[in-house]
């Protein structure tokens, strides 16, 4: 390739690409069906159940999942919002306590599970055999809004919308592409099947843990 060719070349010469747009961020409070995908960090405790490498430990000892999630209908479809689900933290159990809530709660609207339901379908569809089982699942999330380490404000998911909710079947029948979600029916979104999950992370309590996120998103805070 001549001087001349590579000028001209789109991979070169970057002038007339297009100036990189800020994402407004979601409002607080809105509803929509997310899906969840994991990454790892290499991390197992195989007697606490982390195996498989999904855990991600901190610098400080803290343990966590770092989860995406990505906005699957309505007018904030292929958004993305970065979050932490809380493992361990060597500060005390609440931030765990609060990763096992939110898990519960995300298997409840992924697997269309009452949170009040003990029936044997309803106990086995709240447990998990690893947290692969979580990649991937779908449901309902309220994103929200709160302050990163750089007390910029950012998106965060830490409540899961349950099918105890009015708004709950609605939204997990919503279509992507389409502005309205299909008429309400009784079938429940997912089989309540005992070995699969759902995933939801928590922000993580401490910002010594987080690092910002490739791609915009004020939990992208995962790096130690």
């Not at 001349?4 to 979601?26: C, G, H, M, R």
């Not at 709160?146 to 965060?156: C, G, L, R």
């Not at 089989?191 to 995933?199: E, F, L, R, V």
Request: charged fraction near 20%; proline fraction near 7%.
């Amino acid at each position: 390739m001549n001087n001349q060719n590579a000028t001209s070349n789109e991979w070169t010469d970057f002038n007339n690409a297009q100036v990189q747009q800020d994402y407004d961020l979601i409002p607080k409070g809105t509803l929509a069906k997310v899906r969840l995908t994991l990454n790892p960090g290499g991390y197992d405790e195989p007697h606490m159940g982390w195996t498989g490498g999904w855990a991600t430990q901190g610098d400080s000892g803290a343990v966590f999942l770092k989860a995406e999630y990505v906005v699957l209908t309505g007018p904030f479809a292929k958004r993305k919002v970065w979050s932490l689900i809380g493992l361990h933290s060597p500060k005390g159990p609440n931030w765990s306590n609060m990763g096992r809530s939110f898990v519960r709660s995300l298997l409840c609207s992924a697997r269309g599970i009452q949170q009040e339901d003990n029936s044997p379908q309803a106990v086995m569809a709240r447990r998990l055999q690893n947290f692969g089982e979580l990649d991937g699942m779908e449901f309902v999330a309220r994103i929200d809004v709160e302050k990163d380490a750089d007390d910029e404000p950012t998106n965060v998911i830490k409540h899961v919308i349950t099918p105890d909710h009015k708004q709950y079947q609605a939204l997990m029948n919503e279509v992507a592409g389409q502005g309205q979600a299909h008429p309400q029916s009784n079938q429940q979104p997912q089989q309540a099947y005992p070995q699969q999950g759902a995933n939801g992370y928590q922000q993580n309590p401490d910002y010594q843990f987080q690092q910002p996120a490739p791609q915009q998103g004020p939990n992208n805070n995962w790096q130690d």
